[in-house]
């Protein structure tokens, strides 16, 4: 596609209840990041998939959070047992692979409200 | 690890003034250093990289930001802003590895004013 996609761009929902977001990247990168970006705060690296190679998940915040991605498509993110302190705005970002360092493209996020 | 500071959280001008945003960052290995900008309503964009040689780096819309290895520095500058200007500005510094997950500043939202 013509830049990463992200849905829904906003989910409102209550404490206690499971959320999935979904990233499209662009069409041809391997990479693929999810950050998190609170009121007030900068972007928080949550986790990293480069090709088939096992994800970087080092930046999860606890067990209630996961996320899968299928080859070098879709992703989507999992948030179990939502509380009120994991309402931000989800960004994913993808990038090639080609050069030593290749630009991270970014999607419009998902505004997570959780009640 | 790496980490990053922007000093400022908040910087009005005004329109066709001079401004700097500042940022500095802490790495114990070679990081390339980027700043990304956040329009109102829109996702991040990159504005501008320094991966290696020139200090200096340029953007197509007129700013610049200059590398300072003794000072940890990368701080953001336009010598006249507009107010299409108005926006987030994200400093972020990632590990010469290379595709490696970005550490970002916490921002500085730019206010040009009329």
């Known amino acids: 596609g013509a830049g990463v996609s992200q849905s829904p761009s906003n989910k409102v929902t209550e404490k206690g209840k499971d959320v999935e977001l979904r990233c499209d990247p662009i069409?041809?990168?391997?990479?693929l990041y999810w950050y998190r970006q609170r009121l007030g705060q900068g972007l928080e690296f949550l986790i990293y998939?480069?090709?088939?190679?096992?994800?970087?998940k080092s930046g999860l915040p606890s067990d209630r959070f996961s996320a899968e991605r299928t080859g070098e498509s879709v992703s989507t993110l999992t948030i179990q047992r939502t509380q009120q302190e994991d309402s931000a705005v989800y960004l994913c970002?993808?990038?090639?692979?080609?050069?030593?360092?290749?630009?991270?493209?970014f999607g419009p996020g998902t505004r997570l409200l959780v009640l | 690890a790496q980490s990053v500071t922007q000093l400022d959280s908040q910087v009005p001008v005004f329109e066709e003034a001079p401004v700097e945003l500042r940022c500095n960052y802490s790495?114990?290995?070679?990081?390339?250093l980027f700043w990304y900008v956040q329009y109102p309503n829109q996702g991040l964009q990159l504005l501008l990289k320094?991966?290696?040689?020139?200090?200096l780096v340029e953007s197509i819309n007129g700013f610049e930001a200059e590398f300072n290895k003794s000072q940890t520095s990368f701080h953001l500058r336009k010598p006249s802003v507009h107010i299409s200007d108005t926006a987030e500005y994200f400093c972020?510094?990632?590990?010469?590895?290379?595709?490696?997950?970005?550490?970002f500043g916490k921002g500085t939202r730019l206010s040009v004013i009329a």
């Open positions: 790495s114990s290995v070679s990081v390339y």
């Open positions: 998939f480069q090709g088939n190679s096992a994800p970087d």
């Open positions: 320094y991966l290696s040689g020139s200090t």
């Open positions: 069409s041809g990168h391997t990479a």
């Open positions: 972020a510094v990632s590990d010469k590895r290379g595709n490696t997950p970005l550490v």
């Open positions: 970002a993808s990038s090639s692979y080609i050069g030593p360092i290749e630009t991270q493209y």
